[in-house]
């Protein structure tokens, strides 16, 4: 008779068996991917394109969703990326582009290259923002296979090793520039401070459902800026003042989002998940949770700039000056939201909404972990739909495919400012905003974008 010891045995070399099988197999897969991947031939990039830059940032853009940044923090990625590739690949045309940073806060001079890299400038822009990435991010295995492969077309196009090698190290030197910068904002020690703690009073923010998350970086404004003089500079009207009384003024607010929530259009619906871009949204089905990302709002528009630029045929050069001024309104932007909603202090409307009409109502998006005054959203769009629309051109139109990879269609906006006033809007469709915080939230951000623009001496339509 077989003892029950020989069954142990038996089944744990079994499985030991099948776990060896499977990592074969794994590894044969692997070896194959490889090898595929060596067969395919390589596409030579000039080492002027603006495809560098744009790979450059739709890599950045993968690290931030893998990643899950927050928006805020997201932001303050693509600034420093950003930059540097901008204060590199201006070298194709200095006369044309001179230095961002030198018009902007707390950074020393940037270096200057050693010799004669216009023809490479590009190159130079991908290796700086790279360089600064992998600095500011957590996953960098996609950008040095990112970086290799950009590497190995660009050398395919011929370009004299010379010129590329000078591009490659004058990159590497400025995003250590930008990174010293960096280093003194205030990031880093923001990430030991206090937990943030919540009262118990109605009047204002407490963590809502699904999750009930803690508050997200609530020191958020002790960033320091870029453009921006200070957190405060464009402070906000006070918000409407709270009450449980059905007549008030607040309470007519609260019902407006209700309704709209429980009355949206197909069309309404589509609008709000169109610009939700939450990074981690909690899906929750019975007792099962499961999770997905998404890029952020700033994420979106860092790729309307690269849609644009792509349609508009912009040099490096053009190309890398929208990304840097953009996200120097995305990071300014939410350091000024960050400072207004930590001090007002708003409470959301699912937390009235279920605590004098109903229970059990949900809004149409999740609500973020934060105050509701004033909305991130359209005050960040805002401030990017400014410096968009100085440097190309009042009535816009275009066709935003962002959202495709996420299930939503292609929606058309006749200007960058019809489409940071949907992002806006939408706010209200999703069940988070109220009417007048948007508005209010509008106009912070028209304020933030034309403070960058007058920092960086840019003035509408053209590139001085």
């Given at each position: 008779?077989?003892?029950?010891?020989?069954?142990?045995?038996?089944?744990?070399?079994?499985?030991?068996?099948?776990?060896?099988?499977?990592?074969?197999?794994?590894?044969?897969?692997?070896?194959?991917?490889?090898?595929?991947?060596?067969?395919?031939?390589?596409?030579?990039?000039?080492?002027?394109?603006?495809?560098?830059?744009?790979?450059?940032?739709?890599?950045?853009?993968?690290?931030?969703?893998?990643?899950?940044?927050?928006?805020?923090?997201?932001?303050?990625?693509?600034?420093?990326?950003?930059?540097?590739?901008?204060?590199?690949?201006?070298?194709?045309?200095?006369?044309?582009?001179?230095?961002?940073?030198a018009r902007l806060r707390g950074f020393e001079?940037?270096?200057?290259?050693?010799?004669?890299?216009?023809?490479?400038?590009?190159?130079?822009?991908?290796?700086?923002?790279?360089?600064?990435?992998?600095?500011?991010?957590?996953?960098?295995?996609?950008?040095?296979?990112?970086?290799?492969?950009?590497?190995?077309?660009?050398?395919?196009?011929?370009?004299?090793?010379?010129?590329?090698?000078?591009?490659?190290?004058?990159?590497?030197?400025?995003?250590?520039?930008?990174?010293?910068?960096?280093?003194?904002?205030?990031?880093?020690?923001?990430?030991?401070?206090?937990?943030?703690?919540?009262?118990?009073?109605?009047?204002?923010?407490?963590?809502?459902?699904?999750?009930?998350?803690?508050?997200?970086?609530?020191?958020?404004?002790?960033?320091?800026?870029?453009?921006?003089?200070?957190?405060?500079?464009?402070?906000?009207?006070?918000?409407?003042?709270?009450?449980?009384?059905?007549?008030?003024?607040?309470?007519?607010?609260?019902?407006?989002?209700?309704?709209?929530?429980?009355?949206?259009?197909?069309?309404?619906?589509?609008?709000?998940?169109?610009?939700?871009?939450?990074?981690?949204?909690?899906?929750?089905?019975?007792?099962?949770?499961?999770?997905?990302?998404?890029?952020?709002?700033?994420?979106?528009?860092?790729?309307?700039?690269?849609?644009?630029?792509?349609?508009?045929?912009?040099?490096?050069?053009?190309?890398?000056?929208?990304?840097?001024?953009?996200?120097?309104?995305?990071?300014?932007?939410?350091?000024?939201?960050?400072?207004?909603?930590?001090?007002?202090?708003?409470?959301?409307?699912?937390?009235?909404?279920?605590?004098?009409?109903?229970?059990?109502?949900?809004?149409?998006?999740?609500?973020?972990?934060?105050?509701?005054?004033?909305?991130?959203?359209?005050?960040?769009?805002?401030?990017?739909?400014?410096?968009?629309?100085?440097?190309?051109?009042?009535?816009?139109?275009?066709?935003?495919?962002?959202?495709?990879?996420?299930?939503?269609?292609?929606?058309?906006?006749?200007?960058?400012?019809?489409?940071?006033?949907?992002?806006?809007?939408?706010?209200?469709?999703?069940?988070?905003?109220?009417?007048?915080?948007?508005?209010?939230?509008?106009?912070?951000?028209?304020?933030?974008?034309?403070?960058?623009?007058?920092?960086?001496?840019?003035?509408s339509n053209t590139v001085q």
């Open positions: 008779m077989i003892s029950s010891a020989f069954y142990a045995h038996f089944y744990k070399i079994c499985s030991l068996l099948i776990v060896w099988l499977l990592l074969q197999a794994c590894n044969r897969s692997a070896q194959e991917r490889t090898q595929q991947a060596s067969d395919v031939p390589i596409t030579p990039i000039a080492a002027n394109s603006p495809a560098l830059l744009h790979k450059g940032l739709q890599e950045v853009t993968n690290v931030v969703i893998y990643d899950i940044f927050s928006p805020p923090v997201a932001s303050r990625i693509y600034a420093y990326t950003s930059l540097a590739a901008y204060e590199a690949a201006r070298w194709a045309d200095t006369t044309k582009y001179p230095s961002l940073t001079p940037m270096p200057i290259p050693s010799g004669n890299i216009s023809k490479a400038a590009a190159l130079a822009g991908f290796k700086a923002m790279l360089t600064v990435a992998r600095s500011v991010t957590f996953s960098h295995d996609s950008l040095n296979r990112c970086e290799k492969e950009v590497m190995a077309a660009v050398k395919k196009s011929g370009a004299p090793e010379e010129t590329l090698a000078q591009a490659v190290a004058f990159g590497e030197a400025i995003a250590q520039a930008v990174l010293a910068r960096a280093a003194k904002d205030n990031y880093k020690e923001s990430r030991g401070y206090e937990r943030y703690n919540v009262t118990q009073r109605e009047d204002v923010w407490n963590p809502t459902p699904p999750d009930y998350t803690d508050a997200m970086e609530p020191y958020w404004r002790t960033i320091a800026t870029l453009a921006l003089d200070s957190a405060t500079q464009f402070k906000p009207p006070r918000p409407i003042p709270y009450s449980s009384k059905e007549d008030s003024p607040y309470f007519k607010e609260v019902r407006e989002v209700f309704q709209t929530v429980n009355n949206l259009t197909k069309e309404q619906q589509e609008i709000a998940l169109f610009w939700d871009d939450n990074p981690f949204v909690s899906h929750h089905k019975g007792h099962v949770v499961f999770n997905s990302k998404k890029m952020t709002p700033g994420g979106h528009w860092m790729m309307i700039a690269s849609q644009i630029a792509r349609n508009t045929n912009a040099d490096a050069a053009k190309t890398a000056q929208s990304f840097a001024l953009v996200s120097i309104a995305l990071f300014d932007g939410f350091i000024a939201c960050w400072e207004e909603k930590f001090y007002s202090v708003m409470v959301r409307p699912i937390t009235v909404i279920n605590r004098y009409i109903d229970e059990k109502w949900e809004p149409f998006l999740q609500t973020p972990p934060f105050p509701e005054y004033t909305s991130g959203h359209s005050v960040i769009s805002s401030a990017s739909a400014e410096v968009m629309t100085a440097l190309y051109g009042d009535n816009f139109a275009f066709n935003d495919s962002t959202e495709t990879p996420y299930g939503r269609s292609v929606r058309s906006f006749s200007s960058f400012r019809q489409a940071a006033e949907e992002c806006s809007i939408s706010r209200l469709y999703g069940g988070i905003h109220y009417r007048s915080t948007l508005a209010a939230s509008v106009e912070q951000g028209k304020k933030v974008g034309k403070w960058v623009l007058l920092r960086a001496k840019i003035h």
